[in-house]
């Protein structure tokens, strides 16, 4: 009796950590790893909330300051280095070399901001990080958006789409969590920046990879369920930016909102993905026993043809 639980236990662990892995090395997980990778790519469109600080703190005028907001802008609309590098390299090589890179652009940055490297660094100086930080923005664009594209030919408009999508309210995300994790200490975004854009690429590098399968036949319409999720997503944190333009909203507050934001943007989506690669799984186990069947039932005839023989 004992011995028959600890067997259906182990049969049990056993049935978990085959789908575990088959999760992680799925299409579907490659996609909600690409999901999260662009909502936390939205750094350029975060500079009005730490540009005075670069102002105020280094003493520019606001013609530096907009030099500097140029050399952001170019940054992140020249991608050449970042697709060059994916025509050579795998997916791999490109998020980690814009990992890299954001993390020098946007930590040189905070540094010099909070004062902590000594000498005031000189205007071409802060010009040059922040090509840098803006730069490594189209690194995940390329190495992990493209290379989605290439795992769903078929409905590559549609990635294109909610991916480029996210993007856009990356901004708006990644402001929910800065308010809720440092108030209104815009110094301390510049750090998030940093960390965050930085973090999240180099914790699914294995995930992003090129992965050739048969297309389900349902596969419209899970990207349908994630757009209608980030039409929500992208509702909700419109109406919180109308209410607190006209309220003043407390730590725990943010930290509220910020929350709801998480869940509706990780794991809500993560939900629909292991709904979906469960589904996969269980076919291909029952796939597996009908192969295996077909040929059992021929090998039992020839023996029972021999027996009778």
């Known amino acids: 009796m004992v011995m028959s639980k600890f067997n259906c236990i182990g049969a049990n662990w056993r049935e978990v950590k085959g789908f575990g892995l088959h999760l992680l090395d799925s299409r579907w997980f490659m996609f909600f790893a690409t999901l999260l990778i662009m909502s936390v790519n939205g750094s350029s469109y975060m500079f009005g909330l730490y540009s005075n600080d670069i102002k105020s703190s280094l003493g520019y005028d606001q013609t530096t300051l907009n030099l500097i907001s140029f050399f952001k802008d170019l940054g992140g609309n020249l991608g050449v280095l970042a697709g060059l590098t994916y025509e050579v390299a795998p997916p791999w090589i490109v998020l980690l070399s814009g990992s890299i890179m954001n993390f020098f652009g946007f930590f040189i940055i905070w540094l010099s901001v909070s004062h902590r490297l000594g000498a005031k660094p000189h205007v071409w100086q802060m010009c040059l990080y922040m090509l840098i930080g803006a730069n490594s923005q189209s690194f995940p664009n390329t190495g992990a958006l493209v290379t989605c ?56 590098i294995p995930t992003i990879r090129i992965i050739k399968i048969a297309r389900p036949e349902n596969e ?43 869940v509706l943007s990780l794991f809500i989506p993560l939900a629909v993905v292991i709904k979906q690669e469960l589904n996969i799984w269980k076919g291909n186990k029952l796939q597996a026993l009908d192969a295996h069947y077909d040929q059992a039932i021929p090998a039992l005839n020839v023996k029972k043809n021999f027996d009778t023989f």
Do not use: W
């Open 149 to 204: 594209v290439k795992n769903f030919p078929e409905s590559r408009g549609v990635v294109i789409g909610l991916l480029k999508g996210l993007i856009g309210l990356s901004g708006a995300i990644m402001t929910q969590i800065y308010h809720a994790v440092n108030g209104d200490n815009t110094k301390a975004l510049i750090l998030l920046l940093a960390c965050l854009p930085t973090i999240v690429p180099i914790v699914f």
């Open 220 to 262: 419209l319409k899970v990207f349908h369920i994630f757009l209608y999720i980030l039409l929500v997503l992208a509702g909700f944190i419109m109406v919180t930016i109308i209410i607190q333009n006209k309220l003043r909203f407390t730590r725990s507050e943010y930290i509220g909102t910020a929350s709801v934001a998480v």
